[in-house]
């Protein structure tokens, strides 16, 4: 059966930095696409960052891009979120995800069909 749990949130005051970390199990993490989402109060779940476990293709949101970096340790299934510059708006419940897609990973949270539990990210001002 397909896991994926994330673990590295916290609170941070804005500016700060945070690594994300999400340890899939080999169904779940072998040759296919691996995203992270967040969801805050009252909005709707947002892809910000997808990645391809098969090769090296990745896709972000405009709201993260050039703060965040999606990575991958194929040796280890496991795909990180390094997010630096953090801003009160990214305050939301942070979750990895992993989709049967291969090559493109698109942002879209309706093509992902396993997801982990996720972890909180707190950034105050």
């Known amino acids: 059966q397909a896991q994926l749990v994330e673990s590295g949130g916290g609170s941070v005051q804005s500016g700060g930095s945070l690594r994300l970390s999400c340890a899939a199990s080999?169904?779940?993490?072998?040759?296919?696409?691996m995203g992270w989402f967040r969801q805050a109060p009252g909005k709707e779940r947002e892809g910000i960052a997808t990645i391809y476990t098969g090769g090296l293709s990745t896709n972000y949101a405009d709201s993260v891009k050039g703060r965040f970096t999606i990575s991958k340790d194929n040796a280890k299934n496991m795909v990180y979120l390094q997010m630096n510059i953090l801003k009160p708006e990214d305050t939301a419940m942070y979750y990895c995800a992993a989709s049967r897609l291969v090559g493109f990973c698109p942002l879209a949270s309706s093509v992902f069909n396993t997801w982990g539990q996720g972890t909180q990210v707190t950034v105050s001002s």
């Open positions: 080999a169904s779940a993490y072998s040759n296919r696409c």
